[in-house]
């Protein structure tokens, strides 16, 4: 698809601009139509010069190719967007004075700006919000770590290699004899930045994560594949991080990502094993991933929390307890839910995160 807004010298400058933000948009969906093509290739077995392909490759290339259909669609629904924008505004200059048309341009490029952002940042993790209650990192390095390491993040879930890498490991823990989970409790996905960081926007976390930074506690994340959450938490808060995750490849990728980004493990650091042998001691926010975790998995995780937490520790879990686990000793409740936040994640727009506090 071929975007012209014509060349009648009317605003060069602007069009100049428009041309460079429409000519973003283009290429990203021709680099993903091309990504679309080579996807179903490989799912259809269709290896580079009779390449012998992997039923894992196929598998993880068939998954590949339907979110780049979604992303492709998206794509060009924003090229469709970028030109009705553009005409409408070169329609709408023409009938203003000099004064008005400088505003009316800036507001078609802004908007040309956020499709194009929209397209190279697709499939990440989600756009950077404002940190919660005045907590950002104070030199601003941070900020730019966090964004460096979503976009890497969102690269890597995105390749062949990852997701078929993802797929054997899934099939590898769940079908050995040694092992006690299902596969459902390695399903894969991700929670945006922003909806992490309005979670800690709530009262009892945005204080508990300040009493964190001055103790020097731990956010803990069972389950913390690739390590989105624990970087979010360390950069975007300022808070010391621990994840700690079964799959292989996903710690690697957290760790490799960690290396990369010159992060040591006094920022973040990452746990190959079974969270249930985790120690609590030094956590002061633990976040619970159990979306996909069997009832029972669940239940002895959390279990746990209210077992070995310290007092006044605070837990993110992304389904409700029972009432038998959040009762205590002599029927005082050992842990309390204070609220709940509805934010969107990849497998739910209106996912909820319940907030509770070890009394």
């Known amino acids: 698809m071929v975007i012209d807004i014509g060349e009648d010298g009317e605003g060069e400058g602007f069009v100049d601009l428009a041309h460079e933000e429409m000519a973003k948009i283009q ?9 679309h093509r080579a996807a179903l290739e490989v ?4 290896g580079a010069e009779g390449e012998e392909i992997g039923r894992y490759e196929r598998a993880a290339a068939a998954l590949l190719a339907k979110a780049k259909q979604e992303e492709l669609k998206e794509a060009l629904d924003s090229c469709v967007r970028a030109k009705d924008l553009v005409n409408d505004c070169v329609r709408r200059l023409g009938d203003m004075n000099e004064d008005d048309k400088g505003q009316v341009e800036m507001e078609c490029l802004r908007e040309l700006r956020a499709l194009a952002e929209g397209g190279s940042s697709a499939g990440a993790g989600g756009a950077r919000s404002s940190y919660p209650r005045g907590e950002a990192p104070s030199d601003g390095r941070e900020a730019t770590v966090l964004d460096a390491v979503v976009s ?3 690269c890597t879930q995105r390749t062949l290699s990852f997701q078929s890498d993802l797929l054997q490991s899934q099939d590898q823990a769940s079908s050995s004899p040694l092992s006690a989970y299902t596969a459902e409790n390695f399903a894969y996905g991700t929670t945006p930045l922003d909806s992490f960081l309005e979670v800690f926007n709530h009262p009892a976390l945005a204080a508990r994560a300040g009493e964190c930074r001055s103790c020097n506690m731990d956010v803990v994340v069972f389950g913390s594949s690739s390590g989105w959450l624990c970087f979010y938490a360390a950069l975007g808060l300022g808070l010391r991080s621990v994840g700690h995750e079964l799959l292989r490849p996903l710690v690697e990728v957290a760790r490799s990502t960690a290396e990369r980004h010159e992060l040591g493990d006094d920022a973040v650091s990452f746990v190959l094993g079974d969270m249930l042998a985790a120690d609590l001691g030094n956590c002061g926010i633990l976040v619970l991933a159990s979306q996909c975790w069997d009832r029972g998995l669940a239940r002895e995780a959390r279990v746990k929390a209210a077992r070995e937490l310290p007092r006044g520790s605070a837990v993110i879990d992304y389904l409700p307890w029972d009432e038998d686990v959040l009762g ?6 050992a842990m309390e839910e204070v609220g709940v936040v509805t934010r969107p994640v990849s497998w739910n727009q209106a996912q909820e995160f319940h907030i509770l506090i070890k009394r």
């Open 27 to 35: 290429a990203y969906a021709f680099r993903t139509r091309r990504e």
């Open 43 to 46: 799912a259809r077995g269709q």
């Open 152 to 154: 890497d993040l969102s």
């Open 328 to 333: 205590g000793n002599g029927g005082n409740p």
